[in-house]
């Protein structure tokens, strides 16, 4: 039973949607505003990180989420 990356983010953005998202939208839109040179950037990647952290903190049910994804895709558990 092998997990992958789709199960983990499936499983992550079961588990904690508005991190996972606030995540992904928030390092765009650093990435956006860096490449156009505001000076605004600092504060994406700011919101960025303070997510991540929270993503972080919820990984251990993630990674449980994405074990039971992946066992039940399995046709023999055991």
Known sequence: ????????????????PVPTLGMCVSTVSGLYLFATDSKWYGIAVTVAAIFTVLVGMATPSIIQEANKRAKARHRYPY
């Not at 039973?1 to 904690?16: F, G, N, Q």
Request: proline fraction near 6%; charge should be positive.
């Open 1 to 16: 039973m092998k997990r992958t990356p789709k199960d983990e983010a499936i499983s992550a953005l079961k588990v904690v």
